[in-house]
């Protein structure tokens, strides 16, 4: 059913065909972790939630992939925390931008940025450093699913937290990220608007959240978690 769905918005422009390379590597971690949350993603997801709720300009950024694959969710979440939207592609055209806003206010979106550019992110050169001052450019905390290591790191170099949400716990982006979350992004955007639900107004649970988190722990515990599962299969009973 999604991989019919992702062909068909190649078909239509709103993914390129990358993408589709992308979301088969996000397939097999998936298939790793047991096409499920596992318990590191989850602590990572509430995680999230609570730098959400602190922040002063929070953005939720959005590609093709991710708009193909969770529109509603991405935009429930965005209005639940809130917080602003905008788009930021790879293979950037006007064309593809409209296409994309378009699709994202057909689901619900409004105010979604991103095709008026008006600021760069440092030290990257694709287009996909093309970005606006309200939005990425001026944001404290970032949610970035789907995303290449290289604007992740650009993201991170300008001191924002960035909240990743890529099931490969080894990627350059998980690596580098504030809060990685290896998860579906159906999965993950749910788990973190219900989240933002349960811990607003509890200040001293978002701080002590905030406090006790650790990304690199959550790496290993989602590595620990994959090899384990996988060798489970072998033990002597
Ligand atoms: P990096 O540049 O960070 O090392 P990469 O080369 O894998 O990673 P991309 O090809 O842009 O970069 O990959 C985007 C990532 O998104 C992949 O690592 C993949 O695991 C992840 N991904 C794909 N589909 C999904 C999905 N549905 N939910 C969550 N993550 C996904």
Known sequence: MVREHLAEMVDQG???PTGLISHGRGE?????????????????????AAFLLRAKKPIVCVNGNSIALEPKGLIALAKCIPAKMEVNIFHRTEERM???IEY????????????????????????????????????????VPIEDGDRA???????KIVISIDLNPLSR??????????????????????????????????????????AVRTRRDTIGYICDSLMSEFKEN
């Open 98 to 100: 409209r296409m994309l």
């Open 28 to 48: 097999a971690f998936d298939y790793l972790m047991g096409e499920r949350t596992i318990p590191p993603a989850l602590e990572a997801e509430r995680a999230a």
């Open 153 to 159: 790191e650009a993201l991170i170099a300008m001191g």
């Open 14 to 16: 709103l993914v390129t």
């Open 173 to 214: 982006t998980s690596k580098v990220a504030s809060v990685p979350i290896s998860d579906e992004i159906s999965r993950a955007v749910e788990n973190i608007a219900r989240f933002v639900g349960e811990l607003r107004g509890k200040d001293d649970e978002i701080d002590s959240i905030i406090k006790h988190f650790s």
């Open 104 to 143: 994202m206010e057909s689901q619900g979106a409004d105010g979604i940025l991103g095709r008026d550019p008006d600021a760069r992110i440092p030290n990257l050169t694709s287009d996909r450093a093309l970005c606006t001052k309200e939005g990425i450019f001026d944001s404290d905390v970032i949610v």
